[in-house]
């Protein structure tokens, strides 16, 4: 089992980048598949953005492709999320979560995939 702590929300205009970064504890965090998730108020928890074990493979959610980049330091136990040109609708609580695997190549897709979260960090973004 792992803990993860989120960092870097917070209130930007729209247009605006922040940088969230996730802090997992283990020794055994390069053999997680890591991703980002977020919930806006009234809606489920949706996908934003995943990354297999090295780091090689990502995927993202089609309403964040081209403005979110996620990455990993395998050294370093941090998994990142860099979004810019926020837009009002990215507003939401984003958490971090990972999956064990035993797969290289495996990145999560869904919310279901993930074994751990983290408690969350809010982003806000006005217009």
């Known amino acids: 089992q792992v803990q993860l702590v989120e960092s870097g929300g917070g209130l930007v205009q729209a247009g605006g980048s922040l940088r969230l970064s996730c802090a997992v504890s283990?020794?055994?965090?390069?053999?997680?598949?890591m991703g980002w998730l977020r919930q806006a108020p009234g809606k489920e928890r949706e996908f934003v953005a995943a990354i297999n074990r090295s780091g090689g493979s990502t995927l993202y959610a089609d309403s964040v492709k081209g403005r979110f980049t996620i990455s990993r330091d395998n050294a370093k136990n941090t998994v990142d999320l860099q979004m810019n040109s926020l837009k009002p609708e990215d507003t939401a609580v984003y958490y971090c979560?990972?999956?064990?695997?035993?797969?290289?190549?495996?990145?999560?897709?869904?919310?279901?995939?993930?074994?751990?979260w983290g408690q969350g960090t809010q982003v806000t973004v006005s217009s």
């Open positions: 283990g020794r055994t965090f390069s053999s997680y598949a």
């Open positions: 979560a990972a999956t064990p695997t035993s797969y290289s190549n495996y990145v999560p897709l869904s919310p279901t995939n993930f074994r751990s």
